[in-house]
């Protein structure tokens, strides 16, 4: 395997916004045993505003400093702003990724959507459509097209 | 950073007598065994004594074994060799799911080649039910490749009960023993052996070099055409520094193997009992009792493997996991998976193999480390909370 970046080895030893999280405003869910990768994000929104965000991870190095990141990224942000968030951005933001671990990203951009999702669908009674998320689903290991 | 290698089972270092044994091959005695002057002698007559202190530790005559590239050659060797060569009689292989890549795949590879695999699965505890075994052999059975011992658990199968089936019914024995030899006691006679794989690197030899048993006797196809080495079954200009060391690292393991299965069995053990005392939700996968001296490999429920690893690597501790993050491949590893674990719990599992430079203090002092290890990574887990709950609503494959 190609090894991990110095940025994704110092989130990894010290993740940042680890833990639960007092009544959260939103919550993101994604990943599963099966695949070895489970997120689980927590967001405070107050006017419009991400003004906290915590996680907590099951998986490899790479999960785990994904998910150190994009709890970085979001704080601060608009919901817009945070919609607009992807996995490359978190790959960047890492000094890059070993392909094999391509697909952390991809769940840590997923956990954000949903945490939002969340939120919307908690205030307005209308999120944003994403599809259920499927417990026998397959393992994201596979690539999607436009990270090959 | 003082550094703890807990890593035997993925190679071994090469031991100072064993260098020291091959270095006069490389500058000094450099020649073409297959030469007839000074320097060829030299090397043939060395070759000649490293073939028999291989021999000698498997109970076998020297005319029965020959030296390869390592354990993946043998066991190609062996399987694609004995298949090709008895097709006339069946088509028929025996093995098992917990074998290393090196058979599995070149299983794999005979079944494209029209051969028939039966893959036999394997108890809870990683043993093969000899039942099993027989019922699977059919008249057009010509192999059973069964492995001595798991790379992976340690778990060691009953292979002179396996080798006295294949016998009686007059079907070839191949075993990988490359995790076994040197470590416990081979008897390829009282045992029922036909063939039998090893690699020298995995007993403080070098790497790239390793060994095949054949009886005497048995149809097998040559591996490597062309010249007269290894009597014809595995041509090249023999690689004399490596097969030296080969040589000396038997020696050394014939030496010191009542003294070492003591020594570090008894690290095990202990190692065992404290680490399943002092962390909670943690299980040895396994056999306990038929387990390689050296083999230690549990799965820490709630967090995944590679972020154990680099969390021990970070403090100079080098084991390594099942997990399929530490693979590169897509799946945890297909031995924990085939003694029915969890997927959860395959991604789980950590591996420590012990050997002949481990000792009690390497082991108190990462009991202590990989507890704490534990603790800040199932603080981290989404598992640990929703399981202590008692809520786990992430589709019922969680712990099960
Ligand atoms: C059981 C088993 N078989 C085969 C091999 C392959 O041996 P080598 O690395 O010498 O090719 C190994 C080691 O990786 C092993 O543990």
């Known amino acids: ?148 | 950073m003082k550094r703890i290698y807990l890593d035997y089972a993925a190679t071994t270092p090469v031991h100072t007598e064993v260098f020291r044994a091959m270095e006069p091959y490389f500058t000094k005695y450099f020649g073409n065994a297959s030469t007839i002057y000074y320097y060829g002698r030299e090397s043939k007559k060395a070759i000649e004594e490293a073939r028999e202190a291989f021999a000698r530790l498997l109970g076998a005559d020297q005319s029965e074994v020959i030296f390869t590239s390592g354990g993946t050659e043998s066991d190609n060797h062996a399987i694609k060799g004995v298949a090709y060569a008895n097709k006339n009689k069946g088509n028929h292989i025996i093995t098992s799911k917990l074998e290393h890549h090196a058979v599995l795949e070149t299983c794999h590879f005979l079944e494209k080649e029209g051969f028939k695999v039966t893959y036999l699965p394997v108890g809870a505890d990683g043993l093969l039910n000899l039942e099993d075994l027989k019922s699977a052999i059919t008249d057009k059975t010509i192999l059973i490749s069964i492995m001595a011992a798991n790379n992976e658990i340690g778990v060691l199968q009953p292979v002179a009960e396996i080798g006295e089936i294949a016998r009686e019914k007059k079907i070839l024995f191949h075993t990988d023993a490359v995790q076994m030899f040197g470590s416990l006691p081979v008897d390829v006679e009282k045992m029922n052996i036909d063939l039998l794989s090893v690699s020298a690197h995995k007993i403080y030899g070098p790497k790239g070099i390793g060994g095949l048993f054949i009886r005497k006797g048995t149809k097998i196809v040559s591996y490597m055409h062309g010249g007269e080495q290894e009597k014809r079954r595995r041509a090249g200009t023999e690689n004399v520094a490596g097969i030296v060391g080969f040589g000396k690292a038997c020696e050394i393991a014939a030496r010191d193997m009542e003294k070492e299965i003591k020594r570090i069995s008894r690290l095990r053990d202990l190692f065992i009992s404290d680490l399943l005392k002092k962390i909670p939700e943690v299980k040895l996968n396994g056999s306990l009792v038929k387990r390689l001296p050296n083999n230690v490999n549990v799965s820490v429920k709630y967090i995944e493997g590679e972020s154990m690893i680099l969390n021990l690597d970070m403090e100079g501790i080098c084991a390594s996991s099942g997990s399929a993050c530490t693979s590169g491949s897509l799946e945890p590893s297909h031995v924990l998976r085939a003694l029915g674990l969890s997927h959860e719990l395959s991604h789980g599992s950590v591996r420590f193999t012990l050997g002949k430079y481990t000792t009690k203090e390497d082991m108190d002092a990462v009991l202590l480390k990989f507890s704490e290890i534990v603790d800040r990574l199932r603080k981290l887990s989404p598992l640990y909370k929703s399981e202590k709950k008692g809520e786990c609503n992430c589709d019922g494959t969680c712990g099960g």
């Open chain 1, 1 to 148: 395997m190609e090894s991990y970046s110095n940025k994704v080895m110092e989130h990894f030893k010290n993740p940042r916004n680890v833990g639960d999280m007092e009544k959260p405003d939103g919550i993101g869910h994604v990943g599963n045993p099966v695949c070895g990768d489970i997120m689980e994000l927590y967001i405070k929104v107050k006017d419009n505003i991400i003004t906290d965000a915590k996680f907590k991870t099951f998986g490899c190095g790479a999960a785990i400093a994904t998910s150190s990141m994009v709890t970085e990224i979001v704080k601060g942000k608009t919901l817009e702003e945070a919609l607009k968030v992807t996995n490359q951005s978190v790959v960047d933001a890492l000094d890059g990724l070993p392909k094999v671990k391509l697909h952390c990203s991809v769940l840590a951009e997923q956990a954000l959507k949903r945490a939002v999702d969340d939120y919307l669908k908690k205030t307005t009674g209308k999120g944003l459509g994403l599809p259920e998320e499927d417990a026998g689903h397959q393992c994201m290991h596979e690539l999607p097209e436009e990270l090959k």
